[in-house]
Each structure stands twice: as structure tokens, then as C-alpha cells.
């Protein structure tokens, strides 16, 4: 079971995982890709990664999903 908590925007990571999205090929350094009302949600976050998802990506048409790696866990593999 996956334990998932959400992320003040006060929390020290939020403007890397939201810049971090950005660069992104599919958004091409937008990190909102708004389209027809749409745009990337921020989800929620596991021990090891942030969940965003859009549900109707301007480059694709259809739903995305993307995982960002979260810092405490990218120094777990050191």
C-alpha cells in the first residue's frame, strides 16, 4: 500500500518538483501546459516521488502522468 502525503507549498521542495516538471520534453519548459481548462495537478507524494498528472496534455490530447524523483530519495541511492 502506497502511503502518500501532500506538500505544503510553504515545503522546500515544491518549486524544484514544479521546475523539474518543466523541463520535461513534453512541456517544453512550461510547467502548467494549460489546455481547454486543463493543466499539470500535483497529486500527491510517496517516499521516493511526486505524482502529477494532466488530464488532457496539449502535446498528446489524452491524459499524462508523470513521477518526479524526490530529493531524499535520490541521496538514498548514494
Do not use: F
Not at 9 to 33: F, Q, T
Amino acid at each position: 500500500m502506497l502511503t502518500m502525503e501532500y506538500l505544503d507549498v510553504s515545503h522546500p521542495e515544491w518549486a524544484r518538483m514544479w521546475d523539474e516538471l518543466s523541463l520535461y520534453k513534453i512541456n517544453g519548459g512550461d510547467h502548467l501546459c494549460i489546455n481547454g481548462g486543463q493543466c499539470w495537478e500535483y497529486m500527491g507524494s510517496t517516499l521516493d516521488h511526486h505524482h502529477l498528472r494532466h488530464a488532457c496534455h496539449p502535446a498528446t490530447g489524452r491524459a499524462e502522468y508523470i513521477y518526479i524523483e524526490r530529493a531524499r530519495a535520490a541521496v538514498g541511492w548514494a
